[in-house]
């Protein structure tokens, strides 16, 4: 089975605090996605990455930035967070060209 | 641009009452249509890819279709343990490997 772990369930943090957010996969997944969900706006995509140290914009980047220094693993950055960035958090991988993307259990994050 | 919508927003069925979750969507040449599953505070759950028209797939009391400008999530006799967001998700040709989804149905299955 795929798994997709994210390292925080729930996060509280403060305004202006940077902050980073994990996602790690096992499957060898060369596509990884960042997702932000938020109630009446439904999933939208933050950043996605095709291979180690490639990434590219999705349709809400502003604000945040990504790192991939190795395949397994996603990194999202906050580097200022903010009051309207607390959200649900959502990574996904996928497998070269396959369309399926699997999820990780999500990280509810909430800036004070 | 890459549109997905879903209705209703939120749908109450009783225990054994079927219904039909709706997902509209309009993209540049569909490559995959998705069905996913949510639970509350979980990441969403695969269910089902749909390629082309005419395609139907099934799982226990969920069956999937699709036309050239919509989807279908049919739950027949549903149970409580149903009661979930389902949501909708597209891939198009000029999208590489991105998904647009839709905002989601909220079910809730009474018993």
């Known amino acids: 089975d795929v798994k997709v772990t994210q390292s925080s369930r729930y996060l509280v943090k403060r305004t202006g605090e940077k902050v980073f957010l994990e996602c790690v996969q096992d499957?060898?997944?060369?596509?990884m996605f960042w997702y932000r969900q938020d109630p009446g706006l439904g999933l939208r995509l933050i950043y996605f990455s095709y291979d180690v140290k490639m990434k590219e914009k999705g349709d809400i980047p502003e604000g945040y930035s990504v790192s991939r220094e190795k395949k397994e693993r996603f990194s999202l950055i906050l580097e200022s967070a903010s009051t309207n960035q607390t959200s649900m958090y959502l990574c996904?991988?996928?497998?070269?060209?396959?369309?399926?993307?699997?999820f990780g259990p999500g990280t509810r994050l909430t800036v004070l | 641009e890459d549109q997905v919508t879903q209705s209703p927003e939120a749908l109450r069925l009783q225990e054994g009452e079927s219904s039909s979750l709706n997902c509209s969507y309009t993209?540049?040449?569909?490559?995959?249509l998705f069905w996913y599953r949510q639970d509350p505070g979980k990441g969403p759950e695969f269910l089902f890819t749909?390629?082309?028209a005419g395609e139907e797939k099934e799982k226990e009391r969920l069956k999937a279709t699709l036309t050239k400008k919509e989807s279908f999530l049919h739950i027949t006799a549903p149970k409580p343990e149903d009661s979930a967001t389902y949501l909708c998700?597209?891939?198009?040709?000029?999208?590489?490997?991105?998904?647009?989804f839709g905002e989601g149905t909220q079910l809730t299955v009474n018993p």
């Open positions: 749909l390629y082309s």
């Open positions: 993209v540049s040449g569909l490559r995959g």
């Open positions: 499957m060898d997944h060369e596509n």
């Open positions: 998700a597209v891939q198009a040709g000029t999208s590489g490997s991105r998904l647009t």
């Open positions: 996904a991988s996928s497998l070269g060209l396959a369309l399926l993307q699997y």
